[in-house]
Structure formats: structure tokens, C-alpha cells
């Protein structure tokens, strides 16, 4: 032994360390039995994976639109967690939990394994060639499938594989894509059009002394949520900027205000032009304000305001001096002041108050443009719902495939949206688990997670130059008869281009020519290869483009805001506020565990819904917590548990968004209940978008009743404890503090 | 205060004529072995009903330790930060009444009370089986029950010791001790009995009552040799009952916990284990009496002392109380205020209040002589007031948990489910089968104590020659002292 | 502690605990003693730190009904506190206070425990040994934080229906049933930049290591390192706030926002705050 090499106590080592098996080994690889099994080590890695060690790819978080730069985990070929990329602008390393449940949603129990197809009433698996052949009998060339007959459904889209989708609508000859998010921006965006002339200025919440924000949850939800946080706390550091909140119910935003103001739903906008009112008083803005405004908003006095917002009226004009004292400041809107019929006028009335203040320019200026206008975000719409449940209940539809949406969940019952989505003949859900809609279409494919999948996102708040987020698969695929929404659109797109997109066999080979073409925009010199692994190993691609103009002028002003608000409603008397939970969204990752268990961060729930109502309410119809209540719209009931919540109107009562599925998976079905479905037709006026806080409810209380899950204890105080401490600001010297 | 014989003779007169004897003077000692023997043979038919009832009950109690076992704490519906509950609360209650038996054989042995001679070779076995019943709950309570021996000081490999800093500890190594030596006490008192039983069986019995007796024949030097044994066990086991649960309460005492951080729990846990160890004396009393018709031997006035007894410590353990209640009141511990102003008004207000009625009030229903003498009265009250030392021990542990410093942690839902009450009630049942196989396996009235008792009890009353032989204060001590 | 060694320095035991090097007499923390800084100004509430660690440490979904019963694992919770003084409308927000293990230097769960199985390392961590863990909870009664939190069930084989175990650190355990378990300050990558600093023959540099939740912070709340290292960013809050580790009562100006919680029961925790600001003309 000792000659060859191998003494005793080394193979005695060997034996210890590797096994028989690699002892074995070393005798020369031979058969153990019959020379039908060679003898392999046992551990064997794969490329690039060292046992033991853990390997972080940069990728892209399309848990929400926000794009955020994310580095992945990888240990022994599983990715494990997700961080924030530190090089990117939009994340700057930090990860928010909706993010990080990006990994449950790849390792989800009850993902689609199986391309399925309805057989009778239920589905059935089916191969992926039989998949692929019916999707060439019903939609390709020989289908007569084209036009006006099809429509693609997606959820808010950017990037390389938004191409694609419109390429293949093209090849169709269909201008069909529905861009649909249930909880879009776009009457703001429409507002900002009107105020600024793009549809999102850049924010700078870090030069800012005031945040004054009408019902904006940038904490929570919003555009960026994990940016507007770093922001946030750059402008809590000293000089620390004031937060104050006006809103119908308290977000997560409001929940950090230093001044936080209930409002009853809609009259925003009088508040905010109450405020201006008091703010033209000071004979500096005389000069620089349009006579035209100030006799507009003259009429807003206190008074006035306080009558219609429902806020005591000395807060007007206490709002207006804060605004006055601390410059440069910031005046945002958010959702609850943009969901109703006079949205976007709202919103204007409350961009007013920057403009007057002079922000513009200081914390509110253009963000960059993007030189790749084929791949920018489109962020989705209401209005492309209703355009595509007209086109089906007209009948016109002969096949439509759907995306990243799921609007059997999120669209309002009065739209009758799953009836007409059956009386269209092909329907094909593209997805991760087989949801509401899924349920609805005839072919159901399942398709890659974001963590398997190559791919481009570009968010449509960019806090700094144009960043692309790039994507890049972090582990090979869990289940193998899964596909690439990326390869399947080219397969697509090939049914009738074959030509044109021969050289790209596979989505990947697509992304690299695209992204490569890309180079001279970065000014990068290095060679293409280069380029393309440098762009995935940092994960974002940045790109220096010059501002967009954003109006300071008032002429885009045009105001019309409605004269007559708060009218009481004797039937429905309270205003129903569908909160949006900041895991939840629309509810489309309600199937993880970690963000059912996730407390809501202001009533502490986890596993539920739940309406909140103000104690002072709740005590005047006896409810208690806990109480079954029936939430009755003109187009539905819930019945939902009672929470007493003091950061609510008295008027409103407040259900969040996202629970109450039916068909997503284990942790999601069943649990709570679907506000969605009693939402009430309102539109907003210019932009055709549904009202999401336009709906009136009456509140009925049942005899039934049960513990409300949550973390909290039976009390909400520190109970005389020093657990919480709060400093004034005017003691805090936070400029000495490191 | 008695100087002559003829005063002593007066007194005696007077005690033994007008009050009702703790026992008569004139049994034979042939009666007494033979019937004292036949409660080995056949009792009454509500031994087997009470039997049966407990192996059932300790069945449920078994099953419900094994669904805890296998599925975890979660079922005994415990919780963060409530973590302990039910088995912590009736492990006290237990270690308290293990204190009845060396209350009376060794306190009372020493202080010479002679009337508890009939009664004490069952507190005695009460006090083993209560010690065995709560060291089964230091076991259930544990989340990992199969490696308790790590609380134990064994030399192993490792060097890895318990944590001598934790009462834990302090308890598992203080009730072991008490345990072995309450054991052996009661074993070295049983002897001369035991070869009466071995004499008088047959069979296998006799092998068995053989090999215990340890060849046993009453010779002086075995008597003498006994005695001192016995005594030096008694002295031993006086001050480990005080510590056994001077230690238990620390583990509160000891913890930061509000309620608990109380200086005066010792005593206080010392006092309680009196008390209900007092009380289930009454019942277990009651209970033999009827059983194996120990009506000779079990006597009323026999039973009436021991309420007196009760009484008394019922009223120590009252002050006790209120010292605990009224220094958190006066005292600025902001948390244990809040607390105990929880006990009173929160969830467990019903149950704490019902503890200090039945702990404080009920006992003074044993003021009256009619309400002592009545057997089926004091049945229920001794029963009663063994509800309220359970209570007491539930409202030291629970509500603390509830209702602690943190308040975002209070509880949720703290009710005990089935399973902790099931394995609760199966400590009762458990403790009853044992108790009842052992009267019925060995001889639960000591035969020979009782000997001496009558036959000290008819010196005094004959006057004869004998009886100015012994010390004439220990003779009529019997009397004085009750 | 050895009996010898507690004899000998009975006064110094009598009369002060904790103090440096407590747990080793030869020893002060002479390379790491592991703190954190916690801002409740920036703090939003928003549970990105709460679902980090459910994705770092392995921690099991309990689902609603174990939530109800208050058997979830959360090592560390967003806690939210209404004003005592509210009327009507909480009008200055609520209160955040994100509460996980203190990592005391007197920490009261570990004398307590009976086997040991929470102890002090040469760290300055309170560790918890789930092998040694009896399951008897005493840690969790004396726990003035109730910051421990106990298995209940058997997770492993109910939390993670498959393909979910996949996703589990292969760094950090699954506890089973019966054991008491807590947050770690991340000791798992504590332990492994540690090993990779001693390789290079140097300490851990500042910010070359966080746990979880500190990494996955979005507003940067929480600070974490090395408090034995004068120009770590930690030690210079502590100073800056004038927080000692080894003082129950700070002797600090006002103006200063650091504090520790329940100071006054003397667990010396490794956890500082930094009071939350209020604009009160706002």
C-alpha cells in the first residue's frame, strides 16, 4: 500500500471522509457487481456549485412593478433567499417582503407543474405537445384567428418579453394587448400629465423639509416602495423633514406621520384648495400665481373646507403655515385621493399646491427618458378591462390569451366578467398556479417563475438615469414540464414569422441579441460577450439619459372640481375604503405562507380579512370586535370580521384587498374575503378608470361573531411601560447624531 | 400546673369522663392486628368503585400524555409567552401535599401528639404518592420529556453539568431527596407491621410480607435499634419538607416575573402545603374509615383535631396571603400592581376570587364543633378546600403569563385544553390507584403505634402502678396536646 | 464559573453583574461583542425585517389557528402601540417597535435554564443549544421580552409541504418539537465571517457581516457590529447616545434619543434604541 502512494491511515481517512464508495474509487473505476454501474463519487457538483458555499446572481424582484435590483442566494443549486442588489438604483441593496417571498413563490406547494386543458368542466394535464398543437390548431395560421378576433391580456409589462408579446400581436394584425392592473396608476398618471406633462415626475423626498401627502402610501404600496423608504429616511435625518398625512384610513404612510388628518373619502382636493387659499394670503405669492387660481380657490375658505372634508377647520389653514415655514416641501397624491369619480381632478387640485409653493424644479423634477421606447413600461389600466370585457361580451373575441393577470379575482362583479370571458371560444392563462382565471380558460400553460426565467424590466419610476433590471435565472427549473413565457411567445410569434425570428431559438438567445444591441447606449467598449455577462453579473444596466421637461407653468391647471360633495346617502351611509395591504397588492401572492403570516402592520392581522371601523362608530351601532359584519354595496354583501381601528374616518369602514380567493392554492383559498366584488360602477370622468373608493356600503351588524387572529395583545398601549419613547423634534438635535 | 398525682388523677378524670376518647382503652391487641389486617383482605365495595374509577382516570391521563408526546406541547393549547399552565399549577399542588405526611409523622412524632397514631401510616403514603404524582409533572411539562435526565448531576463524558444557578435544578435534586427519604421513612416505620402481616399470611403473601419484614422479631435491641432509626429519619425529613417547597417557590421567586418576585413565597408555598396536605388528610381519613370500617381506630375526635389543625394552618396560610397582597400594594413594583390588579378584575377574576373564598372563608366553617363532627360536612369541606389550594397554585402561575410585563405579549387565549385537563385528572387518578393498592397491600393503620396508644391511653385510665412509671407529663400529654 | 473562582471573587459577584468579561475572568471581550442600534424615528413597520428572517433562519408558517393560540415563531416582531393619550384619531401616527432578542449581558433566561442550554458566548451572544434543550421554558418565563418563543409542534414535517423545504438554509437547523428557540443575531453568519476573518488573520470588518433583517431593511433602521471596535458604526452610536452596555441607569442629556428597554430590570440588554420623533408643532 505504502509504495502506491496510500498508507494505511490515509485510506483510512478516505474511508472516513468520502465512504466506501470513494475508497472504492481510488482502486481504478470498475464495476462493482456486474460493470453495469460505474462507481461515482457521491457528491458530484455541478458547475459553478461548491458545496457548502453560497453564490449570489443578480436578478430583477417582479413581485411588483417597482423593479427592484435583487441579488439571489444559491447554495447546492437552490436559490435560498433574496437581498437587495446593492448596484441597483432602485433597490439600493434592500429588499422589502413581498420581495422576499419571491422564493415562495418558486418552491409553492401547489404551482402548476403541467401544462392542463379543460376537458368537460374541469382540467385535465395534457403534454406540452399536445399543448403546443392545440395552440397551433386554434390560433395559428390556419385558425383564421386574427384582427379584432384576438386579444392578449397582460398584467403591467416591460422589457424584451413586452416586445414579443406586441410582435406577435402584430403578426396577428391585432392592436388587442390589454395591459391590465387592477390597482393601476393611471389617474394619477393622467393627473400628472395634465399638471406636469409626463405621467411621473421624479420625487425628492431627500431635499424635501415637508412631505404633504394626500392618501399616498410610498411606505407601503405606491410606485417604489422599497426606494420612497430610503428616501424617507434620508429625509428623516437632520434636518428631519415633517411627514403629514391626509387620508380616509391610516396606511403605513400615514401610520409615520407627524401629523396625521382623517378625511372623509373624494374632498382632497377642496382640502388641498382650502389650503392654497390660505397659502395665497401671503402677499409673496401674488406675483407669481395666476389671478385665475386664487379667485378659483378664494371661495375654499376654513369654513367651508372643514364642512365638506370633514376636518376641523383650524387644520387648513395649520397645514397651509407648515407649508408656508417649511420650503422647499412636496405635495403628492396617492390612491385614496385618485380613486373616484373626479380623480384626476383631485389630484390636480392637490399638484396645485406645488406649483404655487414653487416645488417644481426643487423636489419635484422630470424623470429620465428612456432611449428605448419598444421596451418601456406600460403600467397597466383599468380601462383595458373594461375594453376587453366589452369586446368579449360583444362576442367578438375568438380566442384570448392571459398574462400576469388575474381578472376572474380582481374584476368587479358588475362587470360580469367571468360570464363573458365564457363565451369566448380559446382561452389561454399563462401561469404560476392555476388561479380563479386559470380556471375559467381552456388551455392553462404553466411557465417559468421570475427566479427560472431570463429577462428585462424596466420600472416606470426610475429614481436615477434609466436602469434596467435584468433577470437571469438563479437556479435551473424545479418542475421540467414548465416553459419560458419567453420561449412559448417565440414559438408564437414563429407560427407566423418563422423567418424573421430563426436565428433566435430560444428566448435567451433573443434577450442576449437584444441586450447586446443595447450596448452603444451604455457607451460600453468592451466586446459583446463582455457586455452581456458584465450586464448579469451586476444585474442592472444604467443608463445616463437626459431629463424629461416637466411643466411649472399653471396653464396645465385646468380645474373642475365638482361643487357638491359628501352628499350623505341614506341607504349605503358609509364610504368603503379598499385598502391596499403592502404584501397583498391585488392579491396575486396571496399563495405564500410567509405573507399570509406577515402581520398587517397597523392592525396586526395575519391569515384574514377584515373590516376596520372607527371605535366611536363601532360603539354606536354595538359592535364589537370580532363581530361578523355584513359590508352591503348596490352589487354585493361580505361579511367580514370587525377590527376597531382608530385611524379611520368614522364615515368610512375599510376592507383590505387581496384575500378571499377561491382557486390559488392552499394558503390563500378561503381565507378572507374579496372587496373587489362589491366595488360599485364609478368611473373616473377623464380617464375612464374604475373609482376604487367610489363605492358607498352599509353596515349591518350579524349576531355572529369570532376572535380576530393578530398579534397584538388585548391591548394597544405600552400600558405606562417605557417601550416606545417620543421625542419632540425640537429636542432631538439629530445634526450630532451619527 | 399539675404538681401532684391527685391533680393529674382530676384531670384525667375530667378529660376522659367527659370528652368522647380518641380511642378506646380497652381494644385487645389481637383485635386491633386482627382488624386492621382485614382491610387486606376484603373492603368495602367502594374500594373497588374507587379503584376502578382511578385506573380509568389515570387511563385518560396516560393517553393524554401520549397524544402530547407524539404532537407536541401545541395540544395542551399552551402558547407564547403563556408557557407554563395547568401541569406546572398541580405540580405544586402535589409537592404540597406530600407535606401532610411529614407533618404528622415526623413534626407530630416529635412534638409527641400521640392522637396522630392511627392516621399517620396514610398521610405518609400520601406524601410518597403526591411526590411521585408531581415528579410525573415536572415529566409532562418538560417539551422534550425524553431527555430529562439532563437536569440530573451524573458524571458523563462530556463534563457537561445542570445549571447549578437554576431552581430547576435546585427542584429536581431537592425532590429526589425528599422522595428517596420519605420513602425510606415510610418504609422503616412500616416494619413491625409488616411481620404482624407476615405472621398472619399465608402463601405467597407470606414470602412477600417475609421478605419485607427483614426478619423482624421484635426483639429490645431490634426496638431499640428502631427507634432511633426512626427518629433520625424524621429529624432528617423536617427541615427537606420545609425546603421541597421553600425550593418550589423560588423557582418563582426568583423570576423577574411580576407576581411572582415575592419575597414571602416560601413560607407562604410552605403554609399552602400544609394546608391542603391537612385537608386531604380529612378526606383520605373519611374515605378509610368507611372503606375498611377503621371506625375503631379513625376516630371523631381523632378528626376533629386534625380540622382543628387544618384551622389553624388555614388561618397562617390567610396571613400569608394577605402579606403577599398587601406589600405588591404598598410596594412601587408598577408591574406586579398591574398584575395582581389583573387577578382581580381580568380574566381570572372568577377563579382567583373563588381561591381566596375557598382558601380564606370556607375553613372557618371549621369553627363550629357540630360542622367538625359531622362526617359527610367535612367531606365536602376538605374537598372544597383542596378546589382552592389547587386555585391558589393555577393564579400563582397563570395569570402571571397573562397579564406579565410586556404588554404586547398578554395572552390570546389562554384556556387549558382537554388534554392538559385530561392528564390533570389523571394525576388524581394515578395518585388514587396508588394510594388505594397501597392500603390494600399493606396495613394502613399502624398496628403497633396503635398498641402503644391504647395501651398508654389504659395506663393513664387505670391509674395502675405502671402508669407511675412512666413520665406523668407524657402521659397525660395526649390529652393536653389535642 | 467554577465554584473556586466564585469563592474567590465573592464581593465582586455580590456586588456587580454585569461587568466586562464576566463570563470568562482571563477574558474581556477582546475581539467581538455583537450590538445593535435600532432607530425608531425611521422605522416604518413595514415586516421586510420580519419576513427576512422567516427566509433566513428557517422559520415554520404556523397558519391561523397556531397564530390564534400564540404559537408563532416570529424571532422578530413589528410591535404597534397607539398613544395612551389618544382622542379620537391617533393624530401623530402610531408606534413602531420592532422587538426581537436583547441578546442581554445579564440575561435572566440564562441563569434559569436547568440544563444550561442557554448560555453566554465569548461573543457577547446569549445562544440558545437546541440539542441541550430540555424543553421546561423557564427561559421563556424569566424573559422580561418575551422574546422566546417555544416549539410547540413538530414543525419539520407540517410547516413545509413540498417543494417548500428546498428553500430551508442549509446553515441554519430545523427545530424540532419541544425546544425553545430564539432570535440569533444571525449566528450562522456571524460564525462564518468570523471563520473567514481568522483565515486572513484579522477580525470582521465593519458592515462585512449583518443579519437578516438588518440587511433586508429598507429604510436602514438597524445598525449591527462589533461594539469592541471603537470605530465600528455601532460603537460610535452607542457613545454618540451616550448608552453604556454596562449601566442600568444612563446618566445622558435629553437631547439624546438612545435608550434600552426595561432597563430598569437590569438585563443589560445588546439592543439600543433610538427614541422615535414626533414634530409636535405639526
Known sequence: ?738 | MINTFEERDVAVEKRFIHKEKDIREDIAWAQINKDVLKSLERPRMLFWVIFIASLALFMVGVSCEIYQYQTGMGVANLDNPHVWGLYIGTFIFWIGMSHSGTLLSAILHIMHADWRKPIYRFAEAMTTFSLMTAGLFVMVHLGRVWQFYYVVAYPNERWTWPNFQSPLVWDATAIFTYLTSSMIFLYIGMIPDLAICRDNATGFRKSFYTFLSLGWMGTDRQWANFRVTYLTVACFLIPLAVSVHSIVATDFAVSQQPGWHITSFPPYFVAGALYSGCAAIITLFIVLRYVFRFEEYMTMPILEKTAKLTFAIAMVWTYLNLVEYSSTWYGDDMYAKQALIYRATGDFAPYWWMMNFLGSVVPFTLAFKRIRNNIPAMLVISILLNVGMWLERWMIVSPTFANGIYPWTWDHDQWPSLVQWGIVAGSFGWFNMLFMLFCKIFPSVSMYEVKEMVYHRSLVRKGTEDATQINPELAVEGGIAS | MSITNLLNNWSFYRNKRPYRGQYDLNKEYSEYKWAMALDLDICTGCNACTTACYAENNLPVVGKKRFHHGQVMHWIRIERYWDEKMVDFPEQGASFLPMMCQQCEAAPCETVCPVGATSHTNDGLNSQNYHRCIGSRYCSANCPYKVRYFNFWNYPSTAWPAPLPDQLNPDVTVRTKGIMEKCTFCVQRLNEAKSRARTEYRLVRDGEVVPACVQACPTSAITFGNIVDPNSKVAKMWKNQQVDLYKDLQEKDNTVRGYRILEDLRPFPSVMYMERIRDTEA
Open chain 1, 1 to 738: 500500500m505504502s509504495e502506491s502512494g496510500i498508507n494505511r491511515r490515509d485510506f483510512l481517512k478516505v474511508l472516513g471522509l468520502g465512504g466506501s464508495s470513494l475508497a472504492l474509487t481510488g482502486c481504478g473505476n470498475t464495476d462493482i457487481r456486474s460493470g453495469d454501474e460505474l462507481i461515482m463519487p457521491n457528491v458530484s457538483p455541478e458547475d459553478f456549485v461548491v458545496p457548502g458555499l453560497s453564490v449570489f446572481y443578480a436578478s430583477t424582484c417582479t413581485q411588483c412593478g417597482s423593479a427592484c435590483g435583487v441579488m439571489g442566494r444559491v447554495r447546492e443549486g437552490r436559490v435560498l433567499k433574496m437581498e437587495g442588489n446593492p448596484q441597483s438604483k432602485i433597490s439600493g441593496g434592500k429588499i422589502c417582503g413581498l420581495g422576499q417571498a419571491a422564493v415562495q413563490v418558486q418552491y409553492n406547494p401547489d404551482r402548476l407543474t403541467q401544462p392542463m386543458m379543460k376537458v368537460g368542466n374541469g382540467l385535465q394535464p395534457v403534454s406540452w405537445d399536445k399543448a403546443m398543437a392545440t395552440l397551433n390548431e386554434k390560433v395559428g395560421p390556419k385558425s383564421g384567428i386574427k384582427g379584432e378576433n384576438f386579444a392578449f391580456m397582460t398584467g403591467a409589462m416591460s422589457g424584451h418579453l413586452k416586445v414579443l408579446v406586441q410582435n406577435y400581436l402584430d403578426s396577428l394584425d391585432s392592436k388587442n394587448h390589454f395591459a391590465y392592473e387592477a390597482l393601476s396608476p393611471s389617474i394619477g398618471f393622467a393627473a400628472n400629465k395634465q399638471v406636469y406633462g409626463v405621467d411621473m415626475p421624479r420625487l425628492h423626498f431627500d431635499k424635501a423639509k415637508l412631505i404633504v401627502s394626500f392618501g399616498s402610501d410610498f411606505l407601503g404600496t405606491g410606485a417604489s416602495p422599497v426606494h420612497f423608504a430610503a428616501e424617507y429616511a434620508k429625509f428623516r435625518k437632520a434636518p428631519r423633514g415633517t411627514l403629514v398625512q391626509i387620508e380616509p384610513k391610516m396606511t403605513m404612510t400615514g401610520a409615520n406621520a407627524d401629523r396625521w388628518i382623517a378625511i372623509i373619502p373624494g374632498t382632497e382636493g377642496i382640502f388641498a384648495l382650502g389650503v392654497a387659499n390660505q397659502l395665497l394670503k401671503h402677499s409673496e405669492f401674488t406675483n407669481t400665481v395666476p389671478a385665475g387660481i386664487a379667485s378659483l380657490v378664494s371661495k375654499y375658505d376654513p369654513e367651508t373646507v372643514s364642512q365638506i372634508t370633514g376636518v376641523r377647520p383650524e387644520l387648513v389653514g395649520h397645514v397651509a403655515s407648515l407649508l408656508w415655514e417649511k420650503t422647499p416641501s412636496i405635495v403628492i397624491s396617492g390612491a385614496s385621493a385618485e380613486g373616484h369619480a373626479h380623480g384626476v381632478q383631485n389630484a390636480v387640485a392637490i399638484q396645485l399646491l406645488n406649483k404655487i409653493l414653487g416645488n417644481v424644479g426643487k423636489t419635484i423634477d422630470g424623470q429620465a427618458k428612456s432611449p428605448f421606447p419598444q421596451i418601456a413600461p406600460e403600467a397597466g389600466s383599468f380601462s383595458s378591462l373594461k375594453a376587453m370585457n366589452d369586446a368579449m361580451g360583444g362576442g367578438k373575441l375568438q380566442a384570448v390569451f392571459i398574462h400576469g393577470a388575474n381578472p376572474v379575482f380582481t374584476a368587479p362583479s358588475f362587470m360580469g366578467f367571468r360570464d363573458n370571458l365564457r363565451k369566448v371560444p380559446f382561452k389561454v392563462a399563462f401561469v404560476n398556479a392555476a388561479d380563479e382565471t386559470a380556471q375559467e380558460c381552456d388551455l392553462v400553460l404553466p411557465i417559468l417563475t421570475a427566479v427560472e426565467e431570463f429577462g428585462s424590466n424596466i420600472a416606470w419610476y426610475q429614481p436615477e438615469g434609466v436602469e434596467i433590471t435584468m433577470q437571469q435565472p438563479l437556479m435551473n427549473k424545479l418542475y421540467p414540464d414548465t416553459r419560458s413565457m419567453g420561449d412559448i411567445m417565440l414559438d408564437l410569434v414563429k407560427q407566423r414569422r418563422a423567418d424573421e425570428y430563426k436565428n433566435w431559438p430560444d428566448f435567451f438567445s433573443y434577450l442576449k441579441a437584444a441586450v447586446i444591441n443595447m450596448k452603444p447606449a451604455v457607451k460600453y467598449t468592451d466586446t459583446d460577450e463582455h457586455f452581456w455577462y458584465d450586464t448579469l453579473s451586476s444585474g442592472v444596466i444604467h443608463i445616463d439619459a437626459p431629463q424629461e421637461q416637466i411643466g411649472d407653468s399653471f396653464a396645465e391647471a385646468a380645474l373642475s372640481l365638482p361643487e357638491v360633495q359628501n352628499v350623505q346617502d341614506p341607504k349605503f351611509p358609509f364610504y368603503l375604503v379598499p385598502s391596499e395591504r403592502h404584501y397583498f397588492r391585488d392579491g396575486r401572492h396571496a399563495n405564500c405562507g410567509w405573507l399570509q403570516e406577515s402581520p398587517d402592520p397597523l392592525t396586526t392581522i395575519v391569515w384574514d380579512s377584515w373590516v376596520e371601523i372607527h371605535p366611536k362608530t363601532a360603539a354606536s351601532m354595538g359592535i364589537k370586535e370580532g363581530d361578523y359584519l355584513e359590508i352591503a354595496s348596490q352589487n354585493g354583501t361580505l361579511k367580514v370580521k370587525a377590527y376597531l381601528f382608530p385611524g379611520i374616518h368614522p364615515d368610512a369602514v375599510s376592507i383590505p384587498l387581496g384575500q378571499g380567493h377561491e382557486s390559488l392554492g392552499r394558503f390563500a383559498n378561503g381565507v378572507g374575503v374579496n372587496p373587489f366584488t362589491i366595488l360599485n360602477p364609478v368611473f373616473e370622468k377623464d380617464t375612464g378608470e374604475l373609482a376604487m373608493f367610489g363605492t358607498r356600503v352599509s353596515v349591518k351588524k350579524t349576531s355572529d361573531s369570532e376572535i380576530v387572529v393578530k398579534d397584538e395583545g388585548p391591548v394597544s398601549t405600552q400600558m405606562g411601560r417605557k417601550l416606545v419613547v417620543t421625542l419632540p423634534a425640537d429636542v432631538a438635535q439629530l445634526s450630532k447624531e451619527i
